[in-house]
C-alpha cells in the first residue's frame, strides 16, 4: 500500500512566517511542513486456524511532514488470533 499527505499550503506558509520570525512551531515540529509518504508492505501468514502472523514493513518518506528527519524504515511482527 502507498499513501502520500500533502500539507495545505497555508499551513505551509504560516510555519514559513513564524520560523522566519524566529518563533516556534509547535511541539515536535522541525520546520515547515509539505508532505510525506508511506510505502507498507505486509503478508499474512496461516499457522493454525485462528491464529495469522503479519510481518510488516514501511518506509516513511519525510516522516513528520519535513525534510529535516531522514527517510525511516520501519519492521515488525502482529500476531492475530481470534479467540
Do not use: C, W
Not at 497555508?10 to 522566519?20: F, P
Not at 511542513?33 to 514501511?58: K, N, S
Amino acid at each position: 500500500m502507498y499513501s502520500y499527505y500533502q500539507i495545505g499550503y497555508s499551513l505551509t506558509e504560516g510555519q514559513k512566517l513564524r520560523q522566519n520570525a524566529g518563533m516556534s512551531l509547535g511541539a515536535f515540529v522541525n520546520g515547515p511542513q509539505t508532505h510525506a509518504a508511506t510505502l507498507e508492505a505486509y503478508y499474512d501468514i496461516p499457522v493454525m486456524p485462528g491464529l495469522v502472523v503479519q510481518p510488516v514493513f514501511e518506509y516513511m518518506m519525510r516522516p513528520g511532514e519535513t525534510s529535516k528527519i531522514p527517510n525511516a524504515i520501519l519492521t515488525g511482527v502482529k500476531l492475530l488470533a481470534a479467540l
